[in-house]
């Protein structure tokens, strides 16, 4: 079953990285990745661009707002498209990942949620 992996945390931590810390962020996460595309589990994940580029669609009448949904400490930064057999096995996924995070210093919360595909969508 596919898992969504969305990764929350404080933006400017994590903006505040300079590249060799970043650097060093992506390689530790990246020993996980490794390990997940080798179990053929680990689909594509993004980093998000900053809030300030988010723009908002709310239901009613059509319009768009600057930023994400509200006023936060923390921010939606990114996500994991991941394939697991149960969601234990996407949760022990998510806390190997946090780790790695909580050593580079930048935390947060991960949520774990399920997917429905109702669309294969097309190649880009």
Do not use: N, W
């Amino acid at each position: 079953m596919l898992y969504a992996i969305i990764c929350y945390g404080a933006e400017a931590k994590v903006r505040s990285l300079d590249r060799k810390a970043d650097d060093a962020l992506m390689e530790k996460l990246g020993k996980v990745h490794e390990k997940l595309v080798h179990a053929k589990k680990l689909g594509p994940h993004f980093r998000l661009m900053t809030t300030g580029t988010a723009k908002t669609v709310r239901a009613g009448e059509p319009q768009v707002f600057d930023g994400p949904f509200a006023e936060t400490k923390e921010a939606l930064l990114g996500l994991y498209l991941v394939d697991c057999p149960s969601l234990d096995d996407a949760l022990a996924t998510a806390r190997e990942l946090e780790v790695e995070r909580i050593r580079a210093g930048v935390g947060g919360t991960l949520e774990v949620r399920p997917l429905l595909s109702y669309f294969e969508g097309t190649a880009l």
